[in-house]
């Protein structure tokens, strides 16, 4: 494959400078833990920022020099590597690692399809019976309306007041700002993360070019740790993802080794790996590449489960990892990076290009709030095949939206952002997000198949917002929130098939999620209250969009005040999408995409709705990813690449090999 040119920033006539320095100028403390890597090199290794930076980014002076420097170290270091990873081993214990449930023949499997199609039989009788009768009995008993009214009303008087309390909140912090804590004296260690699937060398080289071209966090100790979920090659790739990374992308390696069961899975059975670590442009990488697909949920369970284990080192904890597993893990981070101590973990997807400031806002975002323990930045649409794209452009409004109304709310008034992107976010490493509690019992709950349908929907979509709403709720004294500056562009479907595809486990993950914030007694009340309103507005949407083509008729049996007050409320939060434009889109060109596509989502969006709320249902018993994550074939280490095994594995795309395939 071509190897693709530099990182081109979508907005790369914005200046996206910090307001200020996170790292306080002339620190003393900061000082001292320079000299320190002077003092002790082998121990702080060759993380960037360092006197021993042997980076290769741009600006980097003498860089030929620095990397011979790193390439004598790394020899030094070369003699003493089996012994260090022998003392991490004894460090921890590795737990047993049992199935989650015994079915030799399949047929918990087989009665677990049987009883999904009865799941699937019995709610969409519910959502389209219920629909229907609203329907009809909002135009045949129009004396009655205040009966058939609240269904409709109650969405929009909750979003009417979730504007007017944004900007009258707003209006009081320009007054009186909120507290901040002062910018930490101490440098911050960063675990970067990013999982991989089916990814294109193109977008795995932007993706990492992004975070090699980071600004603002030079000083900070960072590890990089990329995931990679099975061996699988998608449409148009002529080699896997797993050998575009470890053949021709991260070419500078010190160790690439196979590892049997090195860890285990959240299935609880045990998972082989092939281990490769090295620099990539002057940043320290373990590349980790599964030997079976088991979800993206999968891989961060190990790494977050890893940086908090990693911090517990000296008690002698029980982790999900084998001792050669996190040996090797420990070493590379203590030795290969520097790092003693993991503050956060930053996340991103290997679509996706972080701003050069990102990172930055992120950690200063994290960093400025006591009891913040997720942040996550604002996701904008990629205009890479073409900057007036229709699919592109109305993604790009509803993101905008999103991030710009609901999110902004949850993170200005309630502080309780209940979905950080994956593609975007950072997160305190503590107890909070990275105990076993949260990871294994909450967040790693393996469904089988005798388990219920919204065991398997929470268990199958929405990984990000699943994690942080089993954090609110469980420890309610969390607060997440969102840096408006930390700026991320990710690519959207462009086709039909795949955006529903995709809608579909957003909307069911959605929907779980919300199900469980408003029956749990940890949940802030405003957001009970929304996550409600976001229930009863997707159960009733044939409804609701039916009763806005009978307004008109409605208004003529309805008292006048009810038609006002009701126009009113729609009327604003659409007044308030218009206003974004001012201050979202930072160049008048996104400004202009944005409206335009904000045109386009007006008309299409109840149409669209409709349309997922059909094709959701329909899938509903489908707990893969379907078109999203496509791939035409699997590396499975016995030579097969025919075309009927082609076909079969585009058929089975199934996510993971955990829980039910889809029933047929």
């Not at 996206?16 to 890597?37: F, M, N, Q, R």
């Not at 519910?126 to 009966?147: A, D, E, P, Q």
């Not at 050069?356 to 913040?372: G, K, T």
């Amino acid at each position: 494959m071509v190897a693709p040119g530099p990182v081109t920033n979508p907005f790369a006539d914005v200046v996206s400078s910090p307001e200020e320095v996170h790292l306080k100028p002339g620190s003393t403390i900061a000082d001292s833990e320079v000299s320190t890597y002077m003092e002790n090199p082998i121990t702080h290794g060759s993380q960037s920022g360092s006197l021993f930076d042997f980076s290769t980014r741009a600006g980097t002076p003498d860089k030929k020099s620095q990397f011979d420097k790193g390439s004598i170290l790394s020899e030094k270091c070369g003699k003493k590597y089996t012994s260090r990873v022998e003392e991490f081993e004894d460090l921890v214990t590795q737990v047993e690692a049992k199935p989650a449930f015994q079915d030799p023949d399949g047929i918990l499997e087989r009665k677990g399809k049987r009883r999904m199609k009865w799941w699937k039989l019995g709610f969409s009788s519910l959502i389209f019976g219920f629909n229907t009768f609203l329907l009809f009995g909002s135009w045949w008993f129009k004396g009655y309306h205040y009966v058939f009214l609240p269904f409709i009303a109650f969405g929009v008087a909750v979003n009417f007041s979730v504007v007017v309390s944004l900007v009258l909140w707003k209006a009081v912090r320009f007054f009186i700002p909120e507290k901040k804590l002062p910018a930490p004296d101490t440098l911050e260690s960063l675990m970067l993360v990013i999982p991989c699937y089916n990814e294109t060398e193109d977008e795995l080289r932007n993706s990492l070019d992004s975070l090699v071209e980071q600004k603002g966090i030079e000083k900070h100790r960072q590890a990089l740790f990329i995931m990679v979920d099975g061996r699988v090659r998608g449409p148009g790739m002529e080699e896997t993802t797993a050998d575009a990374l470890l053949n021709t992308i991260l070419t500078e390696k010190t160790l690439s080794v196979t590892i049997k069961n090195a860890y285990t899975g959240w299935d609880n059975s045990p998972m082989d790996i092939i281990l490769q670590k090295g620099t990539y442009k002057g940043l320290s990488y373990m590349c980790i590449v599964k030997m079976q697909n088991k979800g993206k949920r999968d891989g961060l369970i190990l790494l977050r489960s890893f940086a908090y284990m990693f911090n517990l080192r000296n008690e002698n904890p029980a982790t999900i990892l084998s001792q050669r597993l996190f040996g090797e893990m420990a070493s590379f981070v203590l030795d290969d990076c520097g790092i003693d101590n993991f503050h956060s973990i930053v996340g991103m997807d290997a679509d996706t290009i972080f701003d050069p400031w990102c990172i930055y806002h992120l950690v200063s975002e994290l960093s400025r709030y006591p009891n913040c323990y997720g942040v996550c930045g604002v996701v904008t649409v990629d205009f890479k095949d073409g900057d007036w794209n229709l699919w592109r452009l109305m993604q790009n409004a509803a993101y905008t939206i999103s991030q710009g109304l609901p999110r902004l709310h949850q993170s200005t008034v309630t502080h309780k952002v209940s979905c950080l992107p994956g593609c975007c976010q950072i997160l305190k490493v503590c107890e909070e997000n990275n105990g076993d509690y949260t990871l294994r019992e909450l967040f790693g709950y393996c469904p089988s198949p005798n388990d219920s349908m919204l065991k398997h929907l929470r268990g199958s979509y929405s990984e990000d917002r699943n994690h942080v709403c089993h954090v609110l709720t469980s420890r309610p004294h969390v607060q997440t929130r969102q840096a408006i500056k930390a700026i991320a562009w990710t690519d959207v479907p462009t086709s039909l098939s795949v955006f529903m595809s995709q809608r579909k486990r957003w909307s069911m993950g959605a929907t779980v999620n919300d199900l469980h914030l408003f029956t749990s007694r940890g949940t802030q009340w405003f957001e009970r209250i929304r996550s409600f309103s976001n229930i009863q507005t997707w159960f009733c949407n044939i409804f609701i969009m039916g009763s806005i083509a009978g307004l008109i008729h409605a208004a003529t049996s309805v008292p006048w005040y009810v038609t006002v007050g009701f126009l009113g409320g729609v009327i604003i939060p659409y007044i308030y999408m218009v206003t974004l434009v001012f201050w979202m889109p930072p160049t008048p060109k996104a400004k202009a995409q944005f409206l335009l596509g904000l045109v386009i989502y007006f008309f299409t969006g109840p149409f669209l709705t409709i349309a997922i709320q059909f094709y959701t249902t329909y899938h509903l018993d489908s707990f893969s990813w379907g078109k999203t994550r496509r791939v035409v074939s699997e590396d499975n280490d016995n030579g097969s690449n025919s075309l009927e095994d082609e076909k079969a594995s585009t058929l089975n795309d199934d996510e993971s090999t955990v829980g039910l395939a889809r029933t047929t």
